[in-house]
């Protein structure tokens, strides 16, 4: 198989020539003016709505400009890939409007709704394989069966083709926004986004400031950027799935550390706030990689006042069945879910007194489980409680001291959080 000799020079002329690329067969998205986030933080607030792509996620440009440049000889034995879900769907819609036979290695944590669509947009002509538990062990596991049989891989980030394909957002954008745009926030995942979109930006609208959004629990590229070379996580959390990679690519790390001007590492439940905000208020519905770059406005309220900002939406594929996951993250972040281990005195109505004299007017039990299978009402229960308000907090610790219950608060010891909640 002849393998395509990859060029050392990206430029601002690679996501232009992709933009004719692409243009026959993925739909530009609009740049739509946000009444209530500008009202918010007293500014002008565009968002670009890649959720809106066919797919539902940019990844189908970078996929789909990638593929589209392939060599019979690098099509020979087909092509392969990993990804946690959306550049999932780009190979595959890609390999069905261009029949190329394609395998695709998935995380198995990758919600159901992704491989379900995976599927629909492959449409028999991709194999998908759920392999690890994050898409580095994914890739890895991909990138074997590609030597093994011969597949061309097609990287999701770290691969000049890619990155020109999610450069064509921010033609887009240039083309579609009225005035001149002062702030530019995008999610920072593995890196391609914001590499193409900031080379574009930097080249046409230098005055422009690029701000990277990654969660905390994958900072991969501000960790990089601390050490002035690309560095791997030892772990991450995976919840932010599409931009939850250990290893950011060392093109696009080359190209970010140039261009990019600061990086904002934005906590998971702050996260799922905004994305339920999106969705209670504007009715736009994310996932959680898509709401970052809203999430990162509140870090920036005062700089932005009286700007212009476009804050790329960068994907929609949201799993409902990962909504309760979603409102506790939030709460917990919010302050106003709190788990405790209680041991509850051994005297009647003492469950009774805990309900009426420790909880306030406005708490609720959301959990109630005892921790032990037998003679359960002489052991520690594990109790769930939702305030109204995150100042509620203070007053019922001391409620719960003040009436003489042993308590252990599950939230403040991430070990025992993990095993109960």
């Known amino acids: 198989m002849n393998q395509k000799v990859e060029k050392k020079v990206f430029n601002?002329?690679?996501?232009?020539?992709?933009?004719?690329?692409?243009?026959?067969?993925?739909?530009?998205?609009?740049?739509?003016?946000?009444?209530?986030?500008?009202?918010?933080?007293?500014?002008?607030?565009?968002?670009?709505?890649?959720?809106?792509?066919?797919?539902?996620?940019?990844?189908?440009?970078?996929?789909?400009?990638?593929?589209?440049?392939?060599?019979?000889?690098e099509l020979e034995n087909g092509i392969i890939c990993a990804s946690a879900g959306n550049h999932a769907q780009g190979v595959a819609y890609s390999c069905h409007l261009l029949q190329i036979n394609g395998k695709i290695f998935m995380p198995t944590t990758t919600p159901k709704q992704k491989v379900n669509q995976v599927k629909f947009w492959g449409k028999g002509s991709v194999e998908i394989v759920l392999a690890g538990d994050t898409f580095d062990d994914a890739s890895e596991q991909a990138m074997a069966c590609s030597q093994e049989e011969k597949r061309t891989f097609i990287h999701p980030f770290d691969d000049y083709d890619v990155i020109a394909g999610q450069g064509t957002v921010a033609v887009e954008i240039l083309n579609d926004c009225p005035v001149k745009m002062d702030y530019l926030f995008g999610a920072i995942g593995g890196g391609g986004l914001m590499a193409g979109v900031g080379t574009y930006l930097k080249h046409f609208s230098p005055q422009t400031r690029l701000i990277g959004v990654e969660p905390e629990g994958a900072p991969g590229m501000k960790e990089s950027f601390l050490k002035g070379e690309v560095t791997t996580l030892k772990t991450i959390d995976p919840f932010v799935d599409g931009a939850a990679v250990?290893?950011?690519?060392?093109?696009?790390?080359?190209?970010?550390?140039?261009?990019?001007?600061?990086?904002?590492?934005?906590?998971?439940?702050?996260?799922?706030?905004?994305l339920l905000s999106l969705y209670n208020e504007n009715a736009i519905v994310v996932e959680p990689t898509g709401a970052l770059s809203i999430a990162a406005l509140d870090t920036y309220a005062e700089e932005i006042k009286g700007k212009t900002v476009v804050c790329i939406v960068s994907g929609g594929n949201n799993d409902i069945g990962r909504m309760q996951?979603?409102?506790?993250?939030?709460?917990?972040?919010?302050?106003?879910?709190?788990?405790?281990?209680?041991?509850?005195?051994?005297?009647?109505?003492?469950?009774?007194?805990?309900?009426?004299?420790?909880?306030?007017?406005?708490?609720?039990?959301?959990?109630?489980e005892y921790t032990k299978k037998n003679?359960?009402?002489?052991?520690?229960?594990?109790?769930?409680?939702?305030?109204?308000?995150?100042?509620?907090?203070?007053?019922?610790?001391?409620?719960i001291k003040t009436k003489g219950f042993l308590y252990r608060e599950v939230n403040k010891d991430s070990t025992l959080f993990q095993m109960l909640v």
């Open 12 to 73: 601002v002329e690679d996501i232009i020539i992709a933009s004719h690329t692409i243009k026959d067969e993925i739909s530009p998205t609009p740049l739509q003016y946000n009444h209530l986030l500008s009202e918010r933080y007293d500014c002008n607030v565009y968002l670009k709505r890649e959720d809106l792509q066919s797919v539902r996620s940019f990844k189908i440009r970078g996929a789909y400009n990638r593929i589209k440049k392939l060599s019979p000889g």
């Open 325 to 368: 996951e979603i409102k506790e993250r939030s709460k917990l972040y919010e302050g106003l879910q709190h788990y405790f281990i209680v041991q509850f005195p051994q005297r009647p109505g003492a469950l009774r007194e805990f309900l009426f004299d420790v909880l306030g007017p406005n708490d609720d039990i959301s959990h109630f």
């Open 375 to 399: 003679n359960r009402e002489t052991g520690p229960a594990l109790v769930g409680i939702e305030l109204k308000d995150k100042h509620d907090y203070f007053p019922l610790i001391e409620r």
């Open 246 to 274: 250990k290893t950011v690519g060392t093109k696009t790390f080359s190209i970010c550390k140039e261009i990019v001007d600061d990086i904002i590492v934005i906590p998971e439940g702050k996260v799922c706030t905004t």
